[in-house]
């Protein structure tokens, strides 16, 4: 998956120097794995793009045929969604929703909200009840559970159950639900639970993950008499950028949520991926703009840096590349640098040690001038990162 796709290729060597940085998007490339995610899933399972893995509207209307709907995160990208995808179905979640952020989600008709607290709950009622008394709005009550014990037995993942500001604790639960089962806030819809407890776990995992939530949410549901709808169980899917090859294993997820439904009939199960749909659709290519020895190490500093692609820096990997050669005869009046070592760490532009793209990688002989292309830049990339910083001009965006 770290090689760039043909329509990638070609546009890296074919953008003027002055081009680059740029990111580079397949959206051939998303709608078909995006297709293949979805065909993996049966049909009781809904699909809902985490659009903060990358909100870029192109990416939101590539996803459009093969999801069933948007999970939004703030009031930004609330009005960002809904108008880049519009009639689309909205999931508000976050933590932390203002007043008016819940009014114009209201407005907008978002169908489903994420609610992290019994105070958000109230708020969400009485507000609900003032812009749309009409309607009853459907609540999933969002919960950090503890699952570690139940399903998790041996993992030394960090999973829910720890503090975070993120959901309800489960030991509020009861006085969370009674209001919303006596009658006394009537404008919302209890539908479900909603969970989304841990990132970077493969099939298997997910799959226990997904099993305990909706488990616990069953016990919940027949504990306080009410019928549960729908369990969210989250995103989260692995992206491996040590081994990008490694993806993660949709079939076999998918054949495990399937025995999931078979044992609930009735019950909506919902999944919000963001990284694994959209990672590997993204390029970041650049150009190399010197190469020189320190102390018995080689660089090679790109035009850019990690303020566009700050997902090397905030993770601390090494984001997979590939090196195009510059076309020939090389245009400048003086020579070019060259590698004399077999491995080259890649830096950027900014003016602190932290700006590395990737560490020893074995690119032998590589020029100043040569193109490099980083590859798994689709998802948290350019919309993580620090662009202001050191006021380099910003990269173009291409979408193929
Ligand atoms: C970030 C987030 C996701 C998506 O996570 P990925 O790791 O990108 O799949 C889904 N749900 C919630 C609530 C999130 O905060």
């Known amino acids: 998956m770290t ?25 051939s490339a998303l709608d078909a794995h995006a297709a293949a995610v979805r065909a993996a899933l049966p049909r009781q399972v809904e699909v809902y793009y985490a659009a903060k893995a990358n909100p870029e509207p192109e ?15 703030s009031g930004g990208e609330l009005a960002h969604v809904a108008k880049a995808v519009a009639g689309r179905p909205l999931a508000f979640g976050g933590p932390g929703k203002t007043p008016d952020e819940i009014a114009a989600a209201l407005e907008i008709g978002v169908d489903r909200f994420h609610v992290e607290s019994g105070y958000e709950l109230r708020m969400l009622a009485s507000i609900a009840a003032r812009v749309v008394p009409q309607t009853r709005v459907g609540v999933l009550l969002r919960f950090n559970l503890d699952l570690n014990a139940a399903s998790l037995a041996g993992s030394s993942l960090a999973m829910g159950g720890r503090p975070t500001p993120f959901g309800l604790d489960p030991a509020d639960a009861d006085s969370v639900i009674a209001p919303l089962t006596d009658g006394s806030l009537p404008q919302l819809h209890l539908l479900g639970v909603h969970a989304h407890l841990a990132s970077g776990l493969d099939a298997p995992r997910q799959l226990a993950v997904a099993e305990s939530i909706v488990t616990w949410s069953q016990e919940l549901a027949r504990r306080h008499g009410f019928g549960l709808a729908e369990v969210n169980v989250g995103g989260g899917m692995s992206v491996d950028y040590a081994d990008p090859d490694a993806l993660f294993d949709w079939a076999a997820y998918g054949t495990g949520l399937a025995r999931l439904c078979e044992a609930h009939p009735g019950l909506t199960l919902r999944i919000e991926p963001g990284r694994a749909l959209t990672a590997y659709c993204g390029w970041y290519a ?3 703009l010197d190469v020189k020895e320190s102390h018995g190490e080689e660089f090679a500093v790109v035009r850019g840096g990690t303020h566009h692609l700050r997902t090397p820096a905030a993770k601390g990997h090494d984001q997979p590349c590939t090196v195009l050669p510059a076309r020939e005869p090389w245009p400048r009046p003086w020579p070019r640098s060259e590698a004399r070592r077999d491995r080259v760490t890649f830096a950027g532009q900014l003016c602190t040690p932290k700006d590395v793209l990737a560490r020893q990688v074995p690119v032998a002989g590589l020029r100043a001038g040569d193109r490099v292309v980083f590859a798994m830049a689709g998802a948290y990339a350019w919309n993580i990162s620090h662009h202001d910083f050191l006021m380099h001009p910003r990269p173009g965006f291409h979408f193929l």
Do not use: C, F, K, Q
């Not at 090689?3 to 959206?27: F, I, K, M």
């Not at 990416?59 to 995160?73: E, F, K, N, R, W």
């Open 3 to 27: 090689a760039p796709t043909p329509a990638v290729r070609d546009r890296a060597l074919g953008l003027a120097t002055e081009e680059l940085p740029a990111y580079l998007y397949d959206l």
């Open 59 to 73: 990416i939101l209307t590539a996803l459009g045929p093969h999801v069933d709907g948007y999970d939004v995160s």
């Open 286 to 288: 650049t150009e190399v």
